[in-house]
């Protein structure tokens, strides 16, 4: 998986290994901080700023690759900042980067965060914090419209498709549908 960096909402990038560790893609997007989520996590530049939390997982193909872990940290903080769900918040990181998809493991322990949680942290932020600039709200709105919108749009394409297929399968000569009544 190496499409680059995606864009979540303003200030907020989603990538790989390879993305953060890559000065021009990361110059490129104006990217000063950097969180490194996995097994041997530590800064790479000398001029960013970086949260390292080392983590282990058995599945360091999607670990790496900005499909899983990544993904939740993205949609977990997502929750916290708007009124989104889980669901929610996972649709509009699908509409940037469409491949993404937490594993079992990730979505349980987003839905626990979700019922458990998520509405304590929201208050906390509210209550210790100035109102945010970012308009996280309103942004991860209009990806979900995006996300609705790219689905529509396949959804219409494999319909077109099986109609073109089933048409060409059912179409038969007028004279080959058999005896017309005759006996």
């Not at 394409?157 to 059912?170: N, Y």
Request: proline share 3%.
């Amino acid at each position: 998986m190496g499409n680059g960096m995606n864009k979540v909402v303003d200030g907020l990038y989603l990538g790989n290994i390879r993305d953060a560790e890559s000065r021009e893609s990361l110059s490129k997007n104006g990217i000063t901080h950097i969180l490194s989520v996995y097994n041997n996590a530590k800064p790479v530049f000398e001029d960013m700023t970086y949260l390292c939390i080392h983590a282990a997982d058995a599945s360091s193909q999607n670990l790496l690759a900005g499909v899983s872990r990544s993904t939740t940290m993205v949609v977990a903080y997502l929750m916290t900042v708007t009124h989104y769900n889980r669901d929610e918040c996972l649709s509009a990181v699908k509409a940037v980067r469409t491949f993404v998809g937490p594993n079992d493991g990730f979505q349980r322990q987003l839905l626990e965060y979700q019922t458990t949680q998520v509405s304590e942290y929201r208050t906390w932020l509210r209550s210790s914090f100035r109102p945010s600039p970012f308009k996280d709200e309103e942004q991860v709105g209009a990806l979900l419209s995006q996300y609705t919108e790219q689905h529509e749009s396949q959804r219409r394409g494999a319909d077109r498709r099986r109609a073109d297929r089933d048409g060409r399968v059912s179409a038969l000569p007028a004279d080959s549908a058999g005896p017309k009544g005759s006996s």
